[in-house]
Each structure stands twice: as C-alpha cells, then as structure tokens.
C-alpha cells in the first residue's frame, strides 16, 4: 500500500492565492520529500524534509513536517498559472538489498487559475 | 544533478506486441529504478535495475512480463511483453547519486505508453 496519502486530491486556486496540500504517512521516516509533475510527464524534486526538522523554506515553498501526528503540508504562496501541475510526497522505504527508495502517495493535481 | 534521457517519449502499440524503453543518464549510478503511473494514479516500484546483476523485482511484477537490462552504469532499459490495455501507463526511470538517505531522486520525462 502507498506510504504517503496526499489530501486533497484535488485543488483549484486563482492567481496569487496561497496553496495548500497536506500528506500523511503510516511508519516512520529519515525524510519526506515532495515532488511536482506536470502534465503526466517526470517528476521534479521540490523540496527534502529530514525527520529531525520541523520546517523548511526553499522560495515560495514551505514544508512542516509533524512527526507526531506523522504528516507533513506543502504551502506555495502567492501561486502563479505555471505552477499548476500534480504534486507528489514520498518518504524513504528501505528495500531489500540495503537500498532507500521513495514510496509515492497518490498526488494533489493542484490548478492555478489565471 | 542528473540529467536523464528517456526514448520514446510515448507510443501506442498492438496489443501483443512488445515495446522497450530506453533510459540514458550523464553519469555513472549505480541504481536505476523503473517505475510505473497508471492513469491517474501514483507512482509503483517495478524493479530496481542493478548493474552486472539481474534486476530486483517488486511484488506483482515480474522478470518475463517486464525484463530489465543494465550493461553499464548509465544505460537501462525496460521492456514491456506481451502487452495488453491494462499495460497503458506512464513509465519512468528514475536514479539517486547516492545510494543513501537524504538524497534526492531524478527522472527521465516518463514514457506514456497506449495499448489498443
């Protein structure tokens, strides 16, 4: 089953409104990252959250992560067209062999309206 | 960082048929992973593609329906046999530099894949 589960699942915003999107895992982490698609096309690193940290910055991005409540949220302030797209979390699961791999949740496909 | 170049971008094949997927990286990694999106849906492990070893497969996912080259440390392929309508997806290649935590992952542009 899938690690992270984003919420929602869908979101439609206009030009310069903040957006939001939420994810929430079941077992432990080292980290949790998030990752944009567009248009069903190759991921894009965003942003790593690692388990001992609380909050980051990168620009107009902004992740927490609760460890206690084993969830993290993704804010993109003042949103633009362009940043619509399908936004990913993914935690680290150690596989087989000694590899760490991310596992995926299910995505927020986010609209920005201009 | 890495850049990774993935061939065919998309294609729609017979079903029956068999289509592979090429994945190109920069440079040299030593894991390079192949996953699947269908419609809608998140991303699914297939396998982890080791160099100089068979590949590892995830549960669900087997060697014949999805075999896996590796002949060196920036090349890969995935082969999809067989194929039916169920097997429409996006595919992707994935690497990480490091085989460790706290590192991030990078992707080809996906291959979208139509069975008819």
């Known amino acids: 089953s899938q690690q992270g589960e984003e919420d929602p699942q869908a979101l439609s915003i206009q030009e310069g409104e903040n957006a939001t999107m939420n994810c929430s895992y079941k077992t432990s982490i080292n980290n949790l990252q998030w990752y944009r698609q567009n248009s069903g096309r190759g991921l894009v690193h965003l942003i790593l959250?690692?388990?001992?940290?609380r909050e980051k910055h990168s620009g107009r991005l902004r992740v927490t992560l609760d460890t206690s409540k084993k969830s993290s949220s993704l804010l993109i302030t003042a949103s633009r067209a362009a940043d619509t797209a399908s936004y990913f979390c993914?935690?680290?699961?150690?596989?087989?062999?000694?590899?760490?791999?991310?596992?995926f949740g299910r995505g927020t496909s986010l609209i920005v309206h201009p | 960082s890495a850049v990774i170049s993935q061939k065919p971008s998309r294609d729609i094949c017979q079903r029956g048929t068999s289509l592979t997927i090429q994945c190109q990286v920069d440079s040299q990694v030593t894991m390079m992973f192949w996953y699947r999106q269908q419609p809608g849906q998140s991303l699914t492990l297939i396998a982890t593609a080791n160099q100089g070893s068979e590949a590892t497969y995830e549960s669900g996912f087997v060697i014949d329906k999805f075999p896996i080259s590796r002949p060196n440390l920036t090349f890969s392929t995935l082969t999809v046999s067989n194929m039916s309508p169920e097997d429409s997806s996006i595919y992707l290649c994935?690497?990480?530099?490091?085989?460790?935590?706290?590192?991030?992952?990078?992707f080809g542009q996906g291959t979208r894949l139509t069975v008819v």
């Open positions: 959250i690692r388990s001992n940290e």
């Open positions: 994935s690497v990480r530099l490091q085989d460790s935590i706290n590192t991030e992952a990078f």
């Open positions: 993914a935690t680290d699961g150690l596989k087989a062999g000694g590899s760490y791999i991310p596992t």
